[in-house]
């Protein structure tokens, strides 16, 4: 099978440092910038395939136009949706990709994170999903899309649940789970840790997040 095709979402939340940008950016397929995202973008000397949103946080849109006429410009202006919902619903229109980074989403303000969360729990289940910073990563998991996690044995690792999650299911970690039932109001894994260069977490029902601090 040929690799997946990538996609890379800045939003505008806590700027990636420009080498964590650069990297996501190498080994992406398409690079879209949501309205703020476009900055961090520039002051690394980089463009994206394609700038969106309602351009309230970017401003001058007919100077980045003229300047930038390579990058697709799409005004998506609906006062009812996050940005990062937009972002998604105009994903869905334009890119087939089944491999989705984020970055920009985590961090600066928990309502914002939280949003995010919640957003990305609605994207098809398929798609792999995941959220990138500095500081720390965070995977989906669903029923069509188990979680490989390598090269972080050593690496605290937890698993938290948004909704009711059946059949959770790990390999290569210290507490390892087996046909588990996970819930926001029962259980979750905090802090375990990998016992393995390669760890898998998968279930049979839900979305499930799983979270490792960098560094």
């Known amino acids: 099978m040929g690799k997946v095709a990538k996609t890379l979402l800045i939003l505008n939340g806590v700027a990636p440092s420009s080498e964590l940008l650069s990297w996501r950016c190498e080994e992406a397929n398409l690079v879209v910038a949501v309205d703020g ?43 009812n949706k996050t940005d990062f919902e937009k972002a998604i619903a105009w994903l869905e229109q334009n890119d087939e990709s089944e491999d989705l980074v984020v970055l920009g989403g985590l961090g600066k303000r928990t309502d914002h994170l939280l949003t995010n969360l919640l957003v990305s729990m609605k994207i098809k289940s398929k798609i792999k999903v995941t959220f990138d910073d500095d500081h720390e990563w965070i995977g989906r998991v669903t029923p069509s899309c188990p979680l490989t996690v390598s090269g972080r044995k050593d690496a605290t690792l937890s698993i938290i649940p948004l909704c ?51 560094g």
């Open 37 to 79: 995202g476009w900055f961090p973008l520039r002051e690394a000397q980089l463009l994206p395939n394609a700038l969106i949103g309602d351009f309230d946080s970017v401003g001058q849109i007919d100077i980045i136009r003229s300047q930038f006429p390579e990058v697709n410009l799409e005004c998506l202006d609906d006062p």
């Open 164 to 214: 009711d999650c059946l059949g959770v299911n790990s390999i290569g970690l210290n507490w390892e789970l087996e046909d588990e039932h996970f819930s926001p109001s029962s259980q979750h894994s905090q802090s375990n840790f990998c016992v393995s260069d390669e760890v898998t977490v998968s279930c049979t029902q839900g979305v499930l997040f799983v979270i490792i601090p960098k």
